[in-house]
Structures are given as structure tokens and as C-alpha cells.
């Protein structure tokens, strides 16, 4: 049976000393903050999407002649376009992952 200076010789090499832990450590979160920073651009720019046809109702009325009866079909098909493709991209999201459907969303 080992002595403790035994087994103590036989871990040293296994255990990690405590300056690559916390590098390690703190290159995770380096990461995880990264990708926090592009999913709060990839939702905030998805946002501004939404946005973009209210915001330029009356340029776009003026310049195109829209009646009011237009603009709400515009809007209404805008709206139906992006429920057809949450729909879509749900079941992308459960057949391909997470990681990988939103990478190719966020690419396209």
C-alpha cells in the first residue's frame, strides 16, 4: 500500500495549479460575454427591422401614394411573413441545435 508521499507524487502531475484554472476561467467568460454582445446586436438589429416600415410610413406613403387601406396590408403581410418564419426557423432551431441554426440565421 502507497504512503501518503507516494500517493501525493503520483497526483502532482494531475492536479491543475490554481493560475490555469482562473486563466482558464477567465477566458470562458471572456467568451460567454462575447457571445452575449452578439446575440444583444443579432435581437436589437431584429428589432430595428420590425420597426422600419412604421418609421417610414409617411415618407413611403407620400412617395408611393399608400391609402391607409395600403399600409395595412403591407404591415399585415410584413407581420404574417415573420410568423411563417418564426415558424420556420423553430424547427430549424430543434433540428439543427442551437448553436448551429443561429449561426446560419445570423449568416443568411
Not at 460575454?33 to 415618407?59: C, E, H, M, S
Not at 433540428?95 to 448551429?100: H, I, P, S, T, Y
Request: hydrophobic share 55%; with cysteine; net charge neutral.
Amino acid at each position: 500500500m502507497p504512503d501518503d508521499a507516494q500517493m501525493a507524487a503520483a497526483t502532482a502531475g494531475v492536479v491543475a495549479s490554481p493560475a490555469i484554472t482562473t486563466d482558464r476561467a477567465l477566458a470562458v467568460g471572456r467568451v460567454r460575454w462575447g457571445i452575449l454582445a452578439l446575440l444583444f446586436f443579432a435581437t436589437t438589429i431584429n428589432y430595428i427591422d420590425r420597426q422600419v416600415v412604421g418609421i417610414l410610413k409617411p415618407t413611403l406613403a407620400a412617395d408611393l401614394h399608400w391609402s391607409e387601406i395600403d399600409y395595412a396590408n403591407i404591415v399585415f403581410y410584413f407581420q404574417m411573413a415573420y410568423a411563417i418564419g418564426y415558424l420556420i426557423t423553430g424547427r430549424l432551431m430543434d433540428v439543427l441545435g442551437v448553436k448551429r441554426a443561429f449561426a446560419l440565421c445570423v449568416f443568411v
